[in-house]
């Protein structure tokens, strides 16, 4: 659960570094990324939380 929740804080920390330093337009995906990662985190945290049936 830790690693998971280390791994959402760096996708987070990225994703501030990108919307504050802007990449170029074709580089945009990136800030997608980011919000994937942090999305698919949260995701990841809710499976391994889940009660087991």
Do not use: D, Q
Not at 23 to 35: D, F, L, M, Y
């Amino acid at each position: 659960m830790a690693t998971i929740a280390v791994g959402i804080a760096l996708w987070a920390v990225a994703l501030v570094v990108l919307l504050i330093f802007r990449p170029a337009p074709e580089n945009e995906w990136w800030i997608w990324t980011c919000v994937t990662g942090i999305g698919f985190g949260f995701l990841g945290m809710w499976l391994v939380r889940r009660p087991r049936s």
